[in-house]
């Protein structure tokens, strides 16, 4: 938002100069002078809000599309660096990723997914509903609240919530504590 800021900032200098230069050229306000460059300051803030504010945010992301992102996270053969940069403070994770593992193992016939709706919380956080149902069977389905955070310009999942979502498996990892 410092951009934004910025940008607002010379807007008004720029509207307050444009004023000065109207009053010191008259006799008098001129009052249609004074709203046009009220009316040009508004409209070059309003644009440059919008130009911002649509690249500091990518677009809300599917709840299909933040599932295969948590499967991703828990695929074996995606290098750990790629792993880890999928997660708020992933390198925390990096020495749990062969804990992650186990916890897949010992649980094979586990069904995960993140289900709709997907809500943006217009804080740079995304929330969603992640089901568990760990033996697959259907009788024993959890559900939990995730979010994903807004770093540089990708959305990860939160580091609470993944150690959230590990504890809901019955599964206990040192990156959690």
């Known amino acids: 938002m410092p951009t934004t800021r910025f940008a607002r900032t010379a807007l008004t200098a720029a509207s307050i100069l444009a004023v000065a230069s109207i009053a010191a050229c008259s006799s008098g306000p001129d009052e249609a002078a004074v709203d046009v460059a009220r009316s040009s300051a508004n409209a070059s803030l309003s644009s440059s809000v919008a130009v911002s504010s649509s690249a500091a945010h990518p677009p809300l992301p599917t709840a299909a599309e933040l599932d295969a992102q ?19 403070d992933g390198e ?32 740079g956080t995304l929330t969603a509903t992640m089901r568990l149902d760990k033996d697959g069977s259907g009788s024993a389905i959890r559900t939990t609240v995730v979010h994903f955070v807004l770093i540089d310009g990708k ?5 609470t919530d993944l150690c959230g979502i590990l504890r809901s498996a019955d599964y206990r990892t040192a990156a959690c504590g």
Do not use: C, H
């Open 155 to 159: 959305w990860k999942i939160s580091r």
């Open 92 to 123: 925390v994770f990096k020495d749990a990723i062969p804990d992650m593992y186990k916890a897949l193992q010992d649980n094979p016939r586990a069904v995960y997914g993140v289900t709709d709706p997907v809500f943006d919380n217009r804080d």
């Open 70 to 88: 948590i499967k991703r996270a828990l695929d074996p053969s995606l290098p750990d660096s790629e792993r880890t940069a999928l997660i708020e």
